[in-house]
Structures are given as structure tokens and as C-alpha cells.
């Protein structure tokens, strides 16, 4: 059987456009545990135990992880790797951003497995000269995570997105940070506060590591389950996939009719059906 060049290119193409495919079916999925945050007070280690029983791959610690001991954290680690998840990034205060506490971010990301430290927020800002400081802040911050090859990132809400004299504060974050600085996506607040988050992505390339995949309509606002609101999920993860280097996702739920745990599992199950 003969084959032309360009008959063994084209198959070539499609053979690497399958193989395209099947890698994007493997992105990670795992869990913010805010989503589980009464069950993870209440029982730490086991929830950790539940949410690796329903298929999640990797979860993300936020903020109270910082109050564990040295112990504890290695505690949490050694369970991880026990029911076999992951711990890719953790939430993290503005405060963890200060020099002062910059190496026990270090210490406790590394202990976890963690790459990237996010902060989840930044507290009170009302002006873009407010927001130019606070990115001041995590940019430096950023720069002493480097010294434990851990990336610094920043989380947005809706606040982040809404225009302040002319321009959105996740634009000043975005500009006045490294490009190795993480910009985590979270969906649900970028489409309520009317912006398009393809686009959002589109616009800084190589950015988008990871994205909080939190679901949203006018009628039950973050109550809704995956799929059930407006959010354009699939076309967000394909323009992170080609150009935001996106290298997993976490569902974040906060609430909705049902139990953590049975929101949970609806997400996920909702994201396979999806998404394959």
C-alpha cells in the first residue's frame, strides 16, 4: 500500500489531534474544601478520606491549613498520599503574602505538595491606587515564594472584576504582576459581574494554571450545581487548555439543597458526564 506525503501528514495531524483530545480528558479534577467546609472542621482526616472516595484527584487547602503545626501538616500529607490525591495549590490570607510569613508558606506548601500558593483574597480596596499596592505586595510575595520554587497566584471574586474608574482591579493585578504569576480563575464571579471569561483568558496567556469551576445563575446564584447555570464551562477549560496552560480544576460549591457531600458528588459526577 502506497501512502503520498501529504496523505502520512494529514494522518499524522489527526493521530496528534486525538492524542490532543485524550490528554485534555485527563485533566485533573479536584476539590476546593471550602465546598466541604463544616465536614472538614468537624473531621479533618476524614474528609479527606470521603473526598478521595467520591474520585476527586487533588483537593485545595484554604486558609486555616496555615494554623496547623509542622506535624500536623506532615500528618495530612502522609493521608494524601494514602488514599492517593494531590494537594496541587493551597488558599492563602493577603497576610501570608508579608515577609514575615513568607517561609512558612514555603514550608507548609512544600510539605503538602503544593505548587502554588493563591491568595484568596485582599482585603478592603478602594481605589486602583489601593489595588497597585496590594499588587505590589503580591508581586514581592511572589518573589520570596520563588526562593521554595513555590508560584504565588491570586484569586478572583466579584470585586476583582467590577470596573473602578474605568478599569477592573483584576486588570491592575494582571499587569503588575510576573507572568509566572498565577491568575486562578474563578468562573461563577467573572460571569456574574457580566465579563467574558474566554476572553479573560484568551487575553493572558500562559496565566490561567488552575480555575475554580463554580457554577452560577441569576435565580439560586452560587447555589447551583455544575451544569445547572450559565457558566460556559466547556468553552472556558478549551481556551485554558490551548493557551492559559491550565494543568487542572477544582469545583467549588458553596451550598445548595443538598449535603456537602452529596454536592459534591453531584458536581463531580455532572463535570465526568460533561466532559468525559
Given at each position: 500500500?502506497?501512502?503520498?506525503?501529504?496523505?502520512?501528514?494529514?494522518?499524522?495531524?489527526?493521530?496528534?489531534?486525538?492524542?490532543?483530545?485524550?490528554?485534555?480528558?485527563?485533566?485533573?479534577?479536584?476539590?476546593?474544601?471550602?465546598?466541604?467546609?463544616?465536614?472538614?472542621?468537624?473531621?479533618?482526616?476524614?474528609?479527606?478520606?470521603?473526598?478521595?472516595?467520591?474520585?476527586?484527584?487533588?483537593?485545595?487547602?484554604?486558609?486555616?491549613?496555615?494554623?496547623?503545626?509542622?506535624?500536623?501538616?506532615?500528618?495530612?500529607?502522609?493521608?494524601?498520599?494514602?488514599?492517593?490525591?494531590?494537594?496541587?495549590?493551597?488558599?492563602?490570607?493577603?497576610?501570608?503574602?508579608?515577609?514575615?510569613?513568607?517561609?512558612?508558606?514555603?514550608?507548609?506548601?512544600?510539605?503538602?505538595?503544593?505548587?502554588?500558593?493563591?491568595?484568596?483574597?485582599?482585603?478592603?480596596?478602594?481605589?486602583?491606587?489601593?489595588?497597585?499596592?496590594?499588587?505590589?505586595?503580591?508581586?514581592?510575595?511572589?518573589?520570596?515564594?520563588?526562593a521554595g520554587k513555590?508560584?504565588?497566584?491570586?484569586?478572583?471574586h466579584q470585586l476583582?472584576?467590577?470596573?473602578?474608574?474605568?478599569?477592573?482591579?483584576i486588570e491592575v493585578?494582571?499587569?503588575?504582576?510576573?507572568?509566572?504569576?498565577?491568575?486562578?480563575?474563578?468562573?461563577?464571579?467573572?460571569?456574574?459581574?457580566?465579563?467574558?471569561?474566554?476572553?479573560?483568558?484568551?487575553?493572558?496567556?500562559?496565566?490561567?494554571?488552575?480555575?475554580?469551576?463554580?457554577?452560577?445563575?441569576?435565580?439560586?446564584?452560587?447555589?447551583?450545581?455544575?451544569?445547572?447555570?450559565?457558566?460556559?464551562?466547556?468553552?472556558?477549560?478549551?481556551?485554558?487548555?490551548?493557551?492559559?496552560?491550565?494543568?487542572?480544576?477544582?469545583?467549588?460549591?458553596?451550598?445548595?439543597?443538598?449535603?456537602?457531600?452529596?454536592?459534591?458528588?453531584?458536581?463531580?459526577?455532572?463535570?465526568?458526564?460533561?466532559?468525559?
Amino acid at each position: 500500500m502506497s501512502v503520498t506525503r501529504r496523505g502520512f501528514i494529514g494522518t499524522a495531524a489527526l493521530g496528534s489531534a486525538a492524542l490532543l483530545t485524550a490528554q485534555q480528558k485527563k485533566l485533573p479534577v479536584g476539590l476546593e474544601l471550602y465546598s466541604v467546609r463544616k465536614a472538614l472542621q468537624a473531621d479533618l482526616m476524614g474528609t479527606l478520606r470521603e473526598v478521595a472516595k467520591i474520585g476527586y484527584e487533588d483537593v485545595e487547602f484554604y486558609s486555616p491549613y496555615f494554623q496547623w503545626t509542622p506535624e500536623q501538616a506532615k500528618d495530612v500529607r502522609k493521608l494524601l498520599d494514602e488514599v492517593g490525591i494531590r494537594c496541587f495549590s493551597t488558599h492563602n490570607s493577603f497576610a501570608n503574602y508579608r515577609p514575615e510569613n513568607a517561609q512558612k508558606v514555603i514550608d507548609y506548601n512544600g510539605i503538602l505538595g503544593s505548587r502554588y500558593a493563591i491568595a484568596a483574597s485582599s482585603g478592603r480596596a478602594q481605589t486602583l491606587d489601593d489595588w497597585k499596592k496590594i499588587t505590589e505586595t503580591l508581586a514581592s510575595g511572589h518573589q520570596l515564594f520563588t526562593a521554595g520554587k513555590i508560584r504565588g497566584g491570586y484569586h478572583n471574586h466579584q470585586l476583582e472584576f467590577t470596573p473602578l474608574e474605568g478599569k477592573r482591579p483584576i486588570e491592575v493585578i494582571a499587569a503588575g504582576t510576573p507572568k509566572e504569576f498565577v491568575l486562578q480563575l474563578d468562573l461563577g464571579t467573572c460571569v456574574e459581574m457580566g465579563s467574558d471569561p474566554v476572553a479573560w483568558i484568551n487575553q493572558n496567556p500562559g496565566r490561567i494554571q488552575c480555575m475554580h469551576l463554580k457554577e452560577w445563575n441569576k435565580e439560586k446564584g452560587y447555589r447551583t450545581l455544575y451544569g445547572e447555570g450559565v457558566v460556559p464551562f466547556k468553552d472556558a477549560i478549551a481556551a485554558a487548555q490551548k493557551v492559559g496552560g491550565l494543568e487542572y480544576v477544582l469545583i467549588e460549591q458553596e451550598g445548595s439543597e443538598f449535603s456537602e457531600f452529596e454536592s459534591a458528588k453531584k458536581c463531580l459526577d455532572a463535570y465526568r458526564k460533561m466532559n468525559g
